[in-house]
């Protein structure tokens, strides 16, 4: 069995594999380019650093072996890939390679641009203004990536938020909208909207009306897209780049996908997002089924728990929403708590195999530990 991906998604599936594969006769390799699990929501943060796992610690008390290649290509025909220009062939696949940040390729100077997609990333521009006493950055993008990091850059500068959209956070809906408004205008963040950058120079962009504002960095956090690899998967993937799995998140016979990658149902309205409180599930079933599909065991239905958001936003707290409505259940400090908390417990356990495996059996998973209204009135 080989699972491409080391993020949430594919470091679970192998959990999730190892689980369905006991003591059973069964190799199972990861295949990513790097020796860390890197927490990719946390890379908002002053300190990426924080942000890792060691893969050696999660792969290697539950006997999983880790291959440290990019995979190019995906021959489903003959059910081989090619890693590092190597071929690994398998009999059962697990697509786990996540997504990437959709970026400007025809913005004059988009190689100054700046981003928080990934550790190297994260790194670079907290290199870039560390240490400076004020700094001015402008953040492309209003959404829980781009809010995330223009309050937490608040914290050392000025901060100008753009978004083509008319209003903030719009795919966030409503719900949240006045706490983030409330936020920014506490923080100092300002924020125009139906507007983007247009060219990024040394020290300075330019917006789509034409004003030149001043910017030490320009950080880009608008769009994701699933990874190229699910092209060679399938030809009918939804406007994300995913690929439509079923209730097992089997994708082809030999072949199934978690996390960014899956286009998988969440219930009968509304389909998973791109986000680690459903790459972790999703990871582990997928990884569970796969293994148990060469064993002969019955697969799990994908069952996740409720759907939350906690927005981080800076000095101004956070603000945690329930429901696909996303109705605000608590804010400011409270929500902080609550934030604080969803970014530990998304650690993976470490070095013990038995903790390892009671996690990846533990799908239905009700966060973030924040009572409902009707607890509490009970």
């Not at 120079?201 to 690899?229: I, Q």
Request: aromatic share 6%; hydrophobic share 45%; with cysteine.
């Amino acid at each position: 069995m080989v699972i491409i991906g080391g993020g949430f998604a594919g470091v679970w599936s192998a959990a999730g594999a190892a689980l369905a594969r006991g003591e059973a006769d069964l190799r199972i390799t990861l295949i990513a380019p790097d020796e860390h699990m890197v927490l990719r929501p946390r890379l908002y943060e002053p300190e990426p650093e924080l942000a890792k796992v060691e893969l050696a610690r999660v792969l290697g008390p539950i006997g999983v072996e880790h291959l440290r290649a990019r995979v190019s290509t995906i021959d489903t025909g003959r059910r081989v890939v090619v890693a590092g220009g190597r071929e690994v062939g398998y009999d059962r696949l697990v697509l786990a390679a996540g997504s990437e940040l959709v970026r400007p390729g025809d913005l004059p100077g988009a190689g100054r641009l700046f981003d928080i997609d990934t550790l190297d990333g994260a790194r670079r521009l907290a290199d870039h203004l560390r240490d400076r006493d004020d700094y001015a950055a402008v953040v492309v993008g209003a959404g829980f990536v781009g809010l995330e990091a223009a309050t937490e850059l608040a914290a050392g500068g000025r901060v100008l938020l753009v978004d083509q959209a008319e209003v903030v956070g719009d795919e966030l809906g409503a719900g949240p909208r006045e706490v983030i408004r409330a936020a920014l205008d506490e923080l100092g963040v300002e924020l125009r909207l139906a507007t983007t950058v247009t060219e990024v120079g040394d020290g300075y962009a330019v917006l789509s009306g034409g004003n030149r504002v001043e910017a030490d960095a320009v950080v880009w956090a608008a769009g994701l897209r699933a990874s190229e690899l699910t092209r060679q998967i399938s030809g009918d993937l939804d406007h994300l780049g995913r690929v439509p799995v079923d209730g097992h998140l089997r994708a082809l016979p030999e072949v199934f996908a978690a996390g960014d990658t899956a286009a998988a149902a969440f219930d009968a309205e509304h389909t998973v997002m791109q986000a680690c409180q459903h790459a972790t599930p999703l990871g582990k079933v997928a990884g569970y089924n796969a293994a148990a599909d060469l064993l002969g065991l019955p697969l799990r239905d994908f069952t996740p728990g409720p759907y939350v958001t906690c927005l981080d936003l800076g000095g101004a707290g956070a603000v945690f929403t329930r429901g696909w409505d996303r109705k605000v259940m608590a804010s400011g400090a409270a929500a902080k708590e609550v934030k604080k908390t969803i970014n530990q417990f998304i650690h993976p356990p470490v070095d013990d195999a038995s903790e390892i495996l009671a996690a990846a059996g533990n799908v239905y998973l009700d966060l973030p530990f924040f009572p409902r209204e009707e607890e509490k009135a009970a």
